[in-house]
């Protein structure tokens, strides 16, 4: 098997979630004149392709050291949502299901196409990857429960919808653009959509149920929609980690990487070598021909 990066670059400029300290990195030596280059790394763990451990919401949860291998690694489940969900749209366990097949147990993999403006894209855009991405409401989380999901991954900047976050009071503009969004789409306004008491659910009404999630993800995502793989999240070995940054990778057959990497080779890509987001609409469509 051969490994499919769906981790995004991480350097000075990577975003942070909104309000957490940034990627800092500072020389405490030189090749010259000690011989060896050394660094020293400040960040918080929410700061590019992250796993959010059980502790960050959840007192008595596991820390990430404690998370099991088999539990970061296993079969799942890669899905497509960006031909039915836009700014500030809220996605069902529906439209997963009608497009990959999911199985109990699965880690599941939700490409929102929100990625495509990450800071390592031609088409960036921090505010709409942070503010606007579409989220789940308490349907979804429910249904992940009786999945028994292992854990879930996102290619934005939260599992939950921004506005049922911080960002809500944080982003008032926008709150406001959702709002409206909200009951022109959906009949409802965003005070009942995400009233108080759905507040953060996928953060506190699911690490207690041991379902964590990752987040930003990104990478060569594209070419695994509506797909299923072996997916593993790599973070440190951290004792009383409450979160980690993460490399988290896709493990796939060689013949099917072959195949695979055949598409790469036709797309764009960015100066990282990922592909190139939504530049490349022929492989979202390959995505959907393969499902149905």
């Not at 009949?187 to 987040?215: P, R, V």
């Not at 299923?228 to 979160?243: H, K, L, N, Q, Y």
Request: glycine share 8%; charged share 25%.
């Amino acid at each position: 098997m051969k490994p499919i990066e769906l981790s995004i670059p991480l350097g000075i400029a990577t975003p942070p979630w909104p309000t957490y300290i940034p990627l800092q990195v500072q020389y405490f030596k030189r090749l010259a004149p000690n011989g060896a280059n050394g660094q020293v790394v400040t960040h918080s763990n929410h700061v590019g392709t992250h796993l959010d451990g059980e502790i960050h919401f959840y007192t008595p949860g596991k820390d990430i050291a404690s998370l099991e291998l088999d539990f970061l690694m296993h079969e799942g489940a890669i899905v497509d949502l960006s031909d039915v969900c836009g700014d500030y749209d809220v996605y069902t366990s529906k439209m997963v299901e009608d497009r990959v097949e999911v199985k109990e147990g699965d880690i599941l993999i939700i490409h929102t196409g929100y990625h495509h403006y990450g800071w390592d894209q031609p088409t960036a855009d921090e505010i709409r990857y942070m503010i606007k991405h579409p989220g789940p409401n308490r349907e979804f989380a429910d249904w992940a429960k009786r999945k028994k999901l292992r854990w879930i991954g996102v290619d934005c900047g939260s599992a939950d919808h921004p506005m049922n976050t911080k960002i809500r009071e944080w982003m008032p503009a926008q709150a406001k653009e959702c709002d409206e969004h909200f009951q022109k789409t959906y009949k409802m306004s965003l005070d009942e959509i995400f009233s108080t008491d759905k507040y953060q659910l996928m953060h506190l009404e699911m690490f207690n149920h041991g379902i964590i999630h990752a987040e930003c993800l990104g990478g060569d995502i594209d070419l695994l929609l509506n797909q299923r793989a072996v997916i593993g999240c790599f973070p440190w070995r951290f004792v009383d980690g409450e979160s980690c940054i993460s490399r988290i990778l896709a493990f796939v057959e060689d013949d099917r990487y072959a195949e695979l990497m055949a598409k790469k080779a036709k797309a764009k890509l960015t100066k990282f070598g990922d592909i190139a987001g939504d530049t490349n609409p022929w492989l979202h469509q390959e995505a959907i021909m393969e499902k149905h």
